[in-house]
Structure formats: structure tokens, C-alpha cells
């Protein structure tokens, strides 16, 4: 049975909607990532998993046991075998760290909480802390206390809320691989709340992506990104170039080429949405007036990709000012005309 299965759920606050009907399965010691928007629903959503929230409508069953139902008895939050850490886990302020970390593991022989607990801490990159306590601990570092004393019980599910969020970006990319590490490790079933596409995309074996209340599409990183199913999943991974036009022939014509619309009512309009990394360019010798070709408007370099502003002009004189980006360094001069290749597989199209 799966781990976590919500079947139906939906929540209301006051005249709020903010849960609009929520199916969801997490198999045993996978990873998945509740990635969407602020305001979109997610801890509401996970409070409910963890019984934070009591079920106003929809069942969540643990194991394929249903724990929460409407008019069923709530199964408290302690009582469900879950461990959870939220953006804002308060630690005991009176107990040391340690003793934090022990204090989820009453069930171990008191000789084996210790150990068990500093090794927690110490794949955190935590040991060093074992007898600070809280008030001396910056954001980040009871934060990391707070996922290694939710990960110490070896529950069988983790409910992680947006738990990297008060790490500077350095320091995140660290405890955001040591925690995945030792989830796969412990093999506990997981459901992470981000904002964040590309920590979903890291954490992940799938995403379930919502917005306004409802899931849009679940699937592994690599469905999302390359088989989104609408114009909202492209964007959320990444800054887009949207074109529109008619389909005509199975194609919709556009500045860099035609781009097949096969599957869509000849004569309809359509979005075309192609990925900066779809435009691949190739610089080129033309006499001095180039600009009646497709040419670079700016060339600036951001790190590990240089992004390129370009002006395209289509074989029909269609003109699109659109954004390329190129691995590594690539600075052409302004006005150098260039000839544009797209790659298909980076490039949607809508209705
Ligand atoms: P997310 O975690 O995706 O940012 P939330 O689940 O926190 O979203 O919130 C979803 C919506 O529900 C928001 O509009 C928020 O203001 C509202 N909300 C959340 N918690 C409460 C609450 N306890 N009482 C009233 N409204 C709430
Ligand atoms: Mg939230």
C-alpha cells in the first residue's frame, strides 16, 4: 500500500476554497515534491496529511489505513508515525541540542538514543553543536536541528515544509543533498513542500505541481519539464519566450521556423512557448547591412550560461525579439547576424 494516499481532499477556510479536491499517492521511501506558488495551498495540504488540520472532506489513509475522514475519529498527530519539520519547527528552548533530538526517540534504549541522535547531527554537519542550545543557533542552524530531530525516529513518512527555506543559498545546496541522503537512506516515504522548481527538481523523484488549490500535473522532474501539460508548467520552470500565431497546414509559422501544431484545429490560434535554451545559434558572415537578418541585440554573460538577446526574422518576414541561452561563455557583438536553429523538444504549443 502507499505510504500516503489522499484521496478527495479539499479544505475551506471561512468562505476561503484553498483545497480543491486533492488526490495524491506517495509509494514507500519515495520523494515527492509539493511544488507550487505562495498562497497556492501546500502547507494547508500537508497540515492535513499530518493531522494538523482535521479532514473536512476527502480521506487521507497512511499505509492503507484511513487515519482522518470526516465524521471518523482524528488520529492526532503523534499517534501517526510521522515525522515533520515546518518552516518555522520551534526547538525546546530549555533543552540542548542533543536533547532535542533525542527527545522523538523514547522508544530506543536510552544507551542507543545518544548515538543515534548525533549521528543524525553529525550527517547534518551539526555534532559540533550537541550541548549548544537553541537562543545560540542561528536560523539555519535549528533548522537543521529541527529536519535531524524529525528524521531520527526513522518515520516511515517525513512532511517536510518548505524545511531548506531560512539556509543561505550556499548552505543549502549542502544540507539540501546531506538531507536527501539520509532520506534515501532511512528509505522513509516523503512529502516535501517547496516553492522552488529547481529544489523540486533536485529532491524529487516526483512532482506534483499545484496551483490555486488543485494539482495541474505529477509526474518526475523530467515529465514536467519536457511534457508539460499547459502554458502554466512551462513557465513555472523558467523564464519562457511566447509566441502567438494560426495553425495552418499542421504548423504554426513563426519567426525561427515552423513549429508543428498537428494535434490542433487548423485555422485555431495557438501559444507557442519556447524554452531559452530551445534557440541554438550559430554566428554567420553577411555583408555590412545584416539587419534584414536574424540578428544579436545584446549578449551578456550570467555565470554558467550567457544570455542573448536577439532580434529573429522569419522566412515570411515575421520579426520576434526573443531570449537564447548558451552554456558557457558566448558574447557576440550587437548586430552580428547569426542563423537560428530551434531544438523541438524545448518548444509547446497551446491552444
Ligand atoms: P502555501 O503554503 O501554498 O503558501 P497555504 O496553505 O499556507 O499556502 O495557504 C493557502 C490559503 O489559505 C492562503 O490564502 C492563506 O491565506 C489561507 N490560510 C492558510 N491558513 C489559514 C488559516 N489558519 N486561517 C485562514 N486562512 C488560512
Ligand atoms: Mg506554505
Redo the contacts with the bound molecule.
Keep these: 500500500a502507499s505510504a500516503l494516499s489522499l484521496r478527495g481532499v479539499q479544505h475551506t ?2 468562505a ?1 476554497h ?1 483545497v480543491k479536491g486533492i488526490d495524491l499517492d506517495i509509494a514507500q521511501g519515495e520523494v515527492v515534491c509539493l511544488l ?1 506558488p ?7 495540504l500537508l497540515r492535513i496529511a499530518a493531522g494538523l488540520e482535521v479532514v473536512q472532506e476527502g480521506t487521507v489513509s497512511l499505509e492503507g489505513q484511513a487515519i482522518a475522514a470526516p465524521g471518523r475519529r482524528h488520529v492526532p498527530p503523534e499517534k501517526r508515525n510521522v515525522g515533520l519539520a515546518f518552516q518555522d519547527s520551534a526547538l525546546f528552548p530549555h533543552l540542548s541540542v542533543l536533547e532535542n533530538v533525542t527527545f522523538g526517540l523514547k522508544h530506543l534504549p536510552s544507551g542507543q538514543r545518544r548515538a543515534r541522535a548525533l549521528e543524525l547531527l553529525a550527517q547534518l554537519g551539526m555534532a559540533d553543536y550537541a550541548e549548544t542550545y537553541p537562543h545560540m543557533l542561528s536560523g539555519g542552524q535549528q533548522q537543521r536541528v529541527a529536519l535531524a530531530r524529525a528524521l531520527a525516529p526513522t518515520p516511515k513518512l517525513m512532511l517536510l515544509d518548505e524545511p531548506f527555506s531560512s539556509l543561505d543559498a550556499r548552505l543549502r545546496d549542502r544540507i539540501r543533498d546531506d538531507t536527501l541522503h539520509v532520506l534515501k537512506k532511512l528509505g522513509s516515504a516523503t512529502l516535501l ?1 517547496t516553492h522552488d522548481p529547481e529544489e523540486a527538481m533536485f529532491m524529487a523523484d516526483r512532482i506534483a505541481l499545484m496551483r490555486d488549490g488543485r494539482i495541474v500535473q505529477t509526474g518526475t522532474p523530467r515529465e514536467l519539464y519536457c511534457a508539460p501539460v499547459d502554458p502554466f508548467v512551462v513557465t513555472f520552470f523558467g523564464e519562457v519566450n511566447e509566441l502567438e500565431g494560426v495553425v495552418k497546414g499542421g504548423v504554426v509559422q513563426t519567426p525561427v521556423g515552423p513549429v508543428d501544431a498537428s494535434w490542433l484545429p487548423e485555422g485555431s490560434a495557438a501559444q507557442v512557448m519556447i524554452r531559452p535554451e530551445a534557440l541554438r545559434i550559430k554566428e554567420r558572415d553577411l555583408p555590412a547591412d545584416a539587419h534584414s537578418h536574424s540578428h544579436v541585440v545584446m549578449a551578456k554573460l550570467l555565470g554558467r550560461t550567457s544570455l542573448i538577446h536577439l532580434c529573429a526574422h522569419g522566412a515570411k518576414g515575421q520579426e520576434a525579439h526573443l531570449h537564447a541561452r548558451v552554456p558557457g561563455v558566448f558574447l557576440p557583438q550587437e548586430g552580428q547576424p547569426i542563423d537560428i536553429d530551434l531544438d523541438h523538444s524545448q518548444v509547446f504549443i497551446f491552444p
Design positions: 477556510f471561512a476561503n484553498v507550487g505562495s498562497g497556492c495551498g501546500k502547507t494547508t513542500v
